[in-house]
Nanobody, 124 residues
Framework: QVQLVESGGGLVQTGGSLRLSCAASGRTFSSYMMGWFRQAPGKEREFVAG????????YYSDAVKGRFTISRDNAKNTVYLQMNSLKPEDTAVYYC?????????????????WGQGTQVTVSS
């Protein structure tokens, strides 16, 4: 099990940028595949981006591809989500999640541990 704490959310104007961080506790962080998800009011939680254990392979939803970048620093037990060219439709609570699976998954059910979330609001 790994404990996850997100930070870096806030209010930004359309076209702006934010970088989210997710700090993990536990010595086995480097063995986990990590993902970012988001949930807007009245909508289901959806996959945003995923990264494999060594940071070589990444995967993005079509909605954020080309604007968001996921990365990780295993020495710091942290995964990041750099968000550029933000749009009002990116407004949501963003969650990081950890999976012991071998490949990046877009399914919520593949992730065993979740953070508490951080709010991102993009004003028009």
């Amino acid at each position: 099990q790994v404990q996850l704490v997100e930070s870096g959310g806030g209010l930004v104007q359309t076209g702006g940028s934010l970088r989210l961080s997710c700090a993990a506790s536990g010595r086995t962080f480097s063995s986990y595949m990590m993902g970012w998800f988001r949930q807007a009011p009245g909508k289901e939680r959806e996959f945003v981006a995923g990264i494999d254990w060594n940071g070589i392979t990444t995967y993005y939803s079509d909605a954020v591809k080309g604007r968001f970048t996921i990365s990780r620093d295993n020495a710091k037990n942290t995964v990041y989500l750099q968000m550029n060219s933000l749009k009002p439709e990116d407004t949501a609570v963003y969650y990081c999640a950890a999976s012991s699976g071998w490949t990046i998954s877009t399914s919520l059910r593949s992730y065993e541990d979740w953070g508490q979330g951080t709010q991102v609001t993009v004003s028009s």
